[in-house]
């Protein structure tokens, strides 16, 4: 199945604009509850006034709030940030680590926050296991689980570690543009042949592909 996901997004990458594993992790921990464009729209201007973890660390509660409020859950998000800035700072001389084990440890930072980072600003593979990997895990049949840990896992035996980064991109990509939580474009997926779960949506080609996103992003030929 992932080589058709490979021939249908082919340009299938982390959605969060960033340039240094800083802006990254301080991306996907605004990205909670949250659409990446949404993200994208507030970062600029805050990765300006905060270049670097003491930057954050130093931070106005009450500023960096207002700079991050339409991310949703903003007085959460900014004490994550505000903590975050201050245990770079304090215990990795303002450098974001690029080990899992240390990522974890810092606030606000789980696995899949970790992964990001890692597979994308350190080029470490791993899996993100995100509202979109895990619904699409199970619909495949890859797992039964629903604890994230425990997909990553289960799903991670099953792939070359060397594919789990674009593995994750492309499972991403896919929920987002097709395989949808309450109604799956089945009569327009190009897994429709090979999918346990054909049949959850609209089989319908005319019907289905009234619901994909960024149809434009597919490779129609895959």
């Known amino acids: 199945m992932d080589k058709v996901l490979k021939a249908t997004y082919p340009d299938a990458h982390c959605e969060l604009d960033f340039d240094s594993p800083l802006q990254l992790l301080v991306a996907t921990v605004l990205s909670a509850q949250c659409t990446d464009k949404m993200v ?18 130093a931070a106005d509660r009450a500023e960096m709030e207002t700079m991050i409020k339409s991310t949703g859950f903003f007085r959460a998000k900014t ?8 245990a770079l700072d304090e215990r990795y001389g303002g450098e ?14 789980g696995r899949k926050t970790a992964n990001v980072v890692l597979g994308n600003a350190f080029g470490v593979p791993g899996i993100t296991v995100d ?22 896992h289960e799903v991670g035996a099953l792939f070359e570690k060397r594919d789990w980064t674009g593995l994750s991109h492309r499972m991403i990509w896919h929920g987002r543009r097709a395989c949808h939580a309450k109604k799956a474009a089945c009569g327009a997926c190009p897994l429709a042949k090979m999918c346990p779960s054909y049949g959850i949506g609209p089989t319908d080609p005319a019907l289905a592909e009234r619901l994909l996103k960024s149809p434009s992003q597919m490779n129609p030929s895959a």
Do not use: C, I, M
């Open 79 to 86: 004490d994550s940030l505000l903590k975050l800035g201050q």
């Open 131 to 152: 509202t979109h990997f895990g619904r699409l895990s199970r619909r495949f049949g890859w797992t039964t689980q629903d604890d994230p840990v425990k997909v990553e």
């Open 40 to 57: 994208n729209s507030v970062t600029p201007a805050l990765f300006r006034r905060y270049p670097t973890a003491k930057d954050y660390a």
């Open 96 to 109: 974001v680590p690029g080990k899992l084990k240390d990522l974890v440890t810092l606030p606000g930072v």
